[in-house]
């Protein structure tokens, strides 16, 4: 496995994606070694006869043959599996974050305390502007759960309160997290049909986790993680089965290391105007 030291690059915090099954890069890797997981792994919706609204039009739920269900106990003993293994290679303060819908967050949540970690908060993403529900049979979905959770008893774990936080005490960030879906300038690299926004893993990266940190993601998809953990100047590595996601992580962690020397560039101007 690779030490820190190799994960520097121009003298910052680097990142590193392996094209690889979660379960077994993790197994490769030492106990209590990564300070946060953040995991957005298959929600098992993909189906024959799901269907939603996409651009006004009804079109059918289908992510990938990775999010078909293998049947509920099946998708249990998946989420039983990585979650051991993530709370293995966490560090004993550190902390995971899992997101997911009702198709998998209850599995998840079951899996993590029956593993003796501790749910911290259960946070409500809330979308300002979901798809309609299409046969008008249920409530339109306009939320997912994002499990944030410590290793369980005796862990302290890190919460940069003043941070996340205004200095006003009346306003504190809540447990409900209003943020739009991905803009279309973090989807320039490529195609990922479950990308996440760069402004919510960045918020919880930023409340969990320090400059320096080490973060995790078994489940890399399109990069998101990996691009909000150098934003952060956190190292970063990640695993992704699927060969074209894991080329997109990559280029986006190129990208996201090109911004940085751009960004050195406005701050050096700012400093001399
Ligand atoms: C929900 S997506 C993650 C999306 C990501 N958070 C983003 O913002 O782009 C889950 C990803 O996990 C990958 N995957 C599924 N099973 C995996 C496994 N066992 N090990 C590693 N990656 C896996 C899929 O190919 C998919 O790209």
Redesign the pocket.
């Known amino acids: 496995m690779v030490a820190l030291r190799e994960l520097e690059s121009h003298g910052e915090p680097g990142a590193l994606v392996y094209l690889?099954?979660?379960?077994e890069l993790m197994r490769m890797m030492p106990a209590g070694s990564v300070d946060a997981v953040f995991a957005?792994?298959?929600?098992r919706l993909s189906t024959e006869r799901g269907i939603t609204v996409k651009g006004g039009r009804l079109a059918p739920v289908d992510k990938?043959h990775?999010d078909r269900s293998m049947g509920f106990e099946e998708d249990h003993r998946f989420n039983l599996r990585?979650l051991r293994e993530a709370r293995r290679v966490l560090k004993p303060d550190g902390t995971i974050w899992v997101t997911g819908t009702h198709h998998i967050i209850f599995s998840i949540g079951f899996a993590l305390q029956t593993l003796g970690s501790r749910i911290i908060n259960s946070v409500a993403w809330e979308k300002p502007d979901p798809p309609p529900n299409a046969l008008h049979t249920a409530f339109t979905h306009a939320h997912e759960t994002i499990i944030w959770a410590s290793r369980g008893k005796g862990a302290r774990h890190t919460f940069n309160y003043d941070l996340i936080n205004s200095p006003d005490p009346a306003s504190q960030v809540s447990s409900v997290w209003r943020i739009h879906a991905v803009p279309k300038r973090e989807k320039m690299h490529g195609y990922?049909p479950?990308?996440?926004p760069l402004r919510l893993v960045r918020r919880a990266l930023l409340a969990s986790t320090g400059e320096g940190d080490l973060i995790f993601d078994?489940?890399?998809?399109?990069?998101?993680?990996a691009v909000a953990a150098k934003e952060l100047d956190r190292f970063f590595v990640g695993?992704?089965?699927?060969r074209e996601?894991a080329e997109l992580t990559a280029r986006r962690i190129m990208a996201a290391e090109r911004g940085g020397v751009l960004r050195e560039i406005s701050e050096t101007l700012w400093d001399g105007a």
Request: net charge negative; aromatic share 18%.
């Open positions: 690889s099954d979660c379960v957005d792994p298959p929600y990938g990775w990585w990922h479950t990308q996440k078994p489940f890399c998809g399109s990069g998101t993680t695993a992704e089965l699927e996601y």
